[in-house]
């Protein structure tokens, strides 16, 4: 690592800055492709994102929304991205919405943030409805991803009317503080209800530049990840863009693993849950076909020649992961944790698996691995513009990444910052070679009365390995009078394909079976005790992280 040059990178003070740089350096490169219902490829280059974004912003500025909280509900897409990039171009605040939340909820956030107006899809339009009006903070909606929309008026419409405009002209110009809000993202509430974490310019602009220094993604990157979450939105489309790359989005995840093989690209960032459906996938074909002990075999040859630094390779494990994955080289894992024997399956196949870490309040990357430089148990290297500290094993990070705070709750802020350091509320450590391991999450921890204490990722991890467990979730349940007696217990939703014709009976048979193993191999206190299963998947974030709460 301490002779791993970085990687060349831009560093922009402010979203206007950002703009006049992809129009000066990569305008005629492809930017953002999406595939329709037919697979037909639409695309934009950059210097046509440019143009929609100019023209939206001197619409914007037209209407007096220029500098206000604007929010965006919707599916990704590349109106999406040309929305919030003008709303923080011109001096807003992007407030982004989680829209497959709750009517309730969704209204909350829009309250929350002090919304103006609001950019939705068209699915979401009555939803967004009850927010207009005498009674609701919002004074005018427009509808993305339509170039008509009856009685609202459509991004597309709003965008070529103000580029018409800049024909004749150059516009107006904004200028805006490096350190002045640019977003609203709000938490994606494991454990508590979301909150929303005001971004600035530099915070977010920054936080891109250092993850381009770390790692190079190569020209084609896709991803299906929610763009308001800022995993999906600061490391992956803003992030492509910063580089000049060609950014291949999904919308759907029903077909996120068509685009991926129509995409055909270097790499994709994504969250542990894609990844092993992915893996799933693969060995339920083997298994199908009758090769399952054929791949292990080969797999555990690849495996050797790895440790002894053979370059010897295998055209059916070539050929496994074309099936699987296309063309991709590289993969980016965040959100969760991605099981070691996962990512190193997939390495096997001839993938350069990265993880990395980060949360909503760090703009979000805070560690990522180096694509000549990684540990595939850890989360990575800090990021260059951010240090990291260990307090009593909570993770504390200073730096540019760090928000402005909670937006408007002042106690909440207070209640997670010790001067310029932030506390994660995740538990880890660093090594000696300043590889960052998180071991779970403070909140999540099992406190028994005896003093014992248990970090349940640990737990769910092992139970995870078990073919038949498509998801699980590890817990303290009470067993007694006092809040401390509790016993550990395990709630599982099965894997539908592999429990298809199994009874209830079967299914908890086998796991119990298998836990009983893993129970073997810990001390009595980290034991799971009770095992019940689920009928209905687990509630989830926008980030596939299962809600806790």
Not at 218 to 241: E, M, N
Not at 271 to 300: D, Y
Not at 303 to 316: D, E, F, H, N
């Amino acid at each position: 690592m301490k002779n791993y040059p970085l990687y060349p990178a831009k560093y922009y003070d402010t979203f206007p800055d950002f703009i006049a740089g992809l129009e000066r350096e990569y305008a005629d490169r492809p930017a953002v492709s999406y595939f329709n219902r037919r697979k037909e490829e639409t695309c934009f280059t950059f210097g046509e994102f440019v143009k929609h974004v100019r023209g939206l912003q001197e619409m914007l500025a037209e209407l007096d929304l220029a500098g206000r909280h604007i929010a965006i509900a919707g599916e990704n897409s590349y109106d999406w991205l040309v929305a919030f990039v003008a709303i923080a171009g011109c001096g807003g605040v992007a407030v982004c919405i989680d829209a497959e939340q709750s009517d309730e909820t969704i209204h909350q956030m829009a309250k929350m943030a002090d919304v103006e107006a609001i950019f939705v899809s068209e699915p979401y339009i009555d939803i967004c409805k009850p927010l207009l009006g005498k009674d609701g903070p919002v004074k005018q909606m427009f509808v993305l991803n339509a170039k008509e929309a009856g009685s609202y008026q459509s991004l597309q419409a709003l965008a070529q009317e103000g580029a018409s405009k800049l024909d004749n002209g150059p516009g107006r110009a904004f200028k805006v503080d490096p350190d002045q809000g640019a977003e609203i993202a709000f938490t994606s509430g494991t454990t508590s209800l979301s909150k929303p974490v005001m971004l600035s310019h530099r915070n977010i602009l920054h936080n891109i530049a250092d993850s381009i220094a770390y790692v190079d993604l190569g020209r084609k990157i896709f991803t299906a990840l929610p763009f308001y979450h800022t995993y999906g939105l600061t490391c992956t489309a803003l992030g492509a863009l910063a580089r000049g790359a060609h950014l291949y989005i999904n919308g759907d995840l029903k077909t996120a693993m068509r685009d991926l093989q129509l995409a055909q690209p270097d790499s994709m960032l994504t969250v542990p849950l894609m990844l092993e459906a992915i893996h799933n996938q693969i060995w339920l074909s083997a298994e199908k076909a009758g090769k399952a002990e054929g791949l292990r075999k080969l797999m555990s040859v690849s495996r050797v020649c790895r440790k002894m630094g053979l370059p010897w390779r295998s055209s059916k494990l070539d050929e496994i992961r074309e099936k699987a994955v296309g063309r991709l080289k590289i993969v980016v894992s965040g959100g969760a944790h991605l099981d070691s024997e996962i990512a190193d399956e997939f390495a096997l196949l001839g993938l350069t698996m990265l993880q990395g870490y980060g949360i909503t309040e760090c703009s979000p990357l805070i560690a990522v691995n180096r694509n000549e430089a990684f540990n595939t148990g850890s989360v990575g290297y800090v990021m260059p513009g951010c240090e990291v500290k260990i307090e009593q094993e909570e993770i504390w990070v200073r730096g540019v990444n760090v928000m402005k705070g909670y937006y408007n709750n002042p106690q909440q802020t207070a209640e997670v910052m010790e001067g310029e350091w932030f506390k994660t509320g995740d538990l880890g450590y660093l090594d000696k070679d300043g590889h960052l391991f998180i071991t779970g999450r403070k909140k999540n921890l099992v406190v028994f009365k005896n003093g014992n204490k248990v970090s349940p990722e640990k737990i769910e991890e092992m139970i995870h390995k078990i073919p038949l467990v498509k998801d699980v979730l590890v817990y303290g349940a009470a067993s007694g009078a006092s809040a401390d007696d509790v016993k550990l217990a395990a709630s599982i939703y099965p894997d539908p394909e592999r429990a298809q014709g199994l009874s209830s009976y079967e299914i908890l048979e086998q796991l119990q079976s298998r836990i009983d193993q893993i129970n073997a191999t810990l001390p009595l206190y980290q034991q799971v005790q009770m095992v019940n299963i689920r009928e209905q998947p687990f509630a989830k974030t926008g980030t596939q992280k299962i809600k806790r709460y």
